[in-house]
């Protein structure tokens, strides 16, 4: 196997920023600060919180975009699985570049409870929990 050293870049992910050198044969590897893998920017400092707010309003308007995948003479246990096939698919596409932390966690979990209400129909009038939410659609 050999290196394309002209393609093959370099990231150093740390609390102090260095200059990495890396040589492969007679050629030095070039150091970036972002690069783009599975649609989704890599940057030096890991913001992964700003990745998935960005994956989860793409993936509200583009599923939300086909409600007629959703009509209301369908069970909620097949919506559930529409849901889960399209919209989670589409939200989770890259998640294997996000860097996992409660307040990532936390803004994966309101995602989800936010497409069980839209799917339930609750208006945001009704002042639910979150575990309330998912109480119903557990029924």
């Known amino acids: 196997m ?7 870049k370099t990231m150093y992910i740390e609390r102090d920023t260095k200059a990495l050198t890396i040589t492969v044969g007679n050629a030095v590897l070039e150091q970036v600060l972002k690069y783009s ?3 989704q920017m890599i940057t030096e400092d890991v913001a992964t919180l700003k990745d998935v707010q960005i994956r ?7 599923f939300w975009e086909n409600k007629e995948l959703l ?7 097949t919506k559930k699985r529409i849901l889960a096939c399209y919209a989670y698919s589409f939200f989770n596409y890259g998640c294997k ?5 409660k307040t990532v966690q936390k803004k994966i979990q309101t995602f989800e409870v936010s497409c069980y209400t839209r799917l339930l129909k609750v208006p945001w009038t ?14």
Request: proline share 2%.
């Open 2 to 8: 050999e290196i394309n050293a002209k393609r093959t």
């Open 37 to 39: 893998y599975l649609g």
């Open 56 to 62: 989860s309003e793409k993936t509200r308007q583009k």
């Open 71 to 77: 009509p209301s003479n369908v069970g909620l246990n």
């Open 97 to 101: 570049s996000w860097t996992y932390s």
């Open 126 to 139: 009704e002042k639910k929990t979150n575990k309330e939410i998912i109480q119903m659609t557990v029924k």
